[in-house]
């Protein structure tokens, strides 16, 4: 069974991204080099624990750390049970594999006096201000991934119901309500880009560079960076903190797990449950602050 079939599997059974399916594709070809250069084996087939053992291990020696190795090994997992399913081998080679410990990764939002901050202090003067602005309040506001965000076409916006067609991983939709003061801002850039920016390739997508392209991922967190760089001291500052601050912020003021679940287009609740642990401490301060048993001498 060829890695060709395996991305074919991917895209067409799985509905994986091509992002995904190019680092699927990356970590295979990286652990056929391996068995090439330790083993003078080239068939994926062909392999036993042992060997993975010795890449995990190479890796490691290397500095790759284990979040890193677990994931590359989640690749090879889902190969081999994708060649089990075609009856390729009997057994994967991984079946009683276990991930390595990591450090629980514990991501900090930014404060809302911070996201206030940032908003209050862009300049909308121009076009890109503009631009930069509606896109920082719609991650803020909905709760958006990267690439959702950068995907949004103009067709999928609805300024007149204040709504957004969004399409998230595995080719789900999903309709996200738009606050009054962020469609405000989308208007403003539609209008002032409608005669501004030439009719390139990249022209549909809601939010597009100033020659009229598609943005790329490393542009939109450029956007997030630059600008949250100014008003927060905190280490991680990227899109992804925006919708972590998003759901957040919204269990602070007690909205329900499952809402915010649909909102982030989360397929279980355990996924959204990691963002609890804020709301949690949250609670726990206003208990402490008004409990009339807490001693606050």
């Known amino acids: 069974m060829s890695v060709l079939q395996f991305k074919d599997y991917l895209q067409l ?39 993975v053992r010795n890449w995990i291990v190479a890796l490691s020696e290397d500095g790759v750390s284990n979040r890193t190795i677990n994931r590359k090994i989640s690749s090879l997992k889902s190969y081999y049970h994708f060649a089990q399913k075609m009856g390729e081998i009997d057994i994967s080679p991984l079946q009683k594999h276990k991930p390595l410990k990591t450090a629980k990764k514990v991501q900090v939002p930014f404060s809302e006096k911070e996201v206030l901050e940032v908003l209050s202090n862009i300049d909308t003067s121009s076009l890109e201000g503009l ?3 509606a896109i920082i309040e719609l991650f803020y506001s909905t709760g958006l991934r990267r690439i959702e965000l950068i995907n949004l076409k103009l067709s999928d916006l609805d300024l007149k119901k204040a709504t957004i067609k969004v399409l998230g991983k595995r080719n789900k939709e999903r309709y996200l309500p738009l606050l009054i003061s962020v469609t405000k801002t989308i208007e403003l850039y539609l209008n002032e ?46 899109p992804h903190i925006l919708r972590h601050s998003f759901a957040t912020h919204l269990l602070n003021e007690g909205a329900n797990l499952n809402a915010v679940k649909e909102l982030l287009g989360h397929s279980s609740l355990a996924a959204t449950q990691v963002y609890t642990h804020n709301s949690i401490a949250e609670l726990k301060n206003i208990h402490k602050n008004a409990h009339p048993r807490n001693n606050k001498n």
Do not use: W
């Open 131 to 133: 631009r930069d602005k």
């Open 13 to 51: 059974e799985k509905n994986y991204s091509l992002h995904t399916i190019k680092a699927y594709e990356a970590d295979l070809l990286a652990f056929q080099d391996f068995l090439t250069t330790e083993f003078e084996c080239s068939s994926l087939r062909q392999v036993n624990y042992s060997q």
């Open 193 to 238: 880009r409608s005669g501004a920016i030439p009719k390139a390739s990249g022209f549909s997508y809601l939010f597009v560079s100033s020659r009229g392209d598609k943005m790329s991922e490393s542009f939109v967190y450029r956007i997030i960076n630059t600008y949250f760089s100014k008003a927060s001291v905190k280490l991680k500052k990227s």
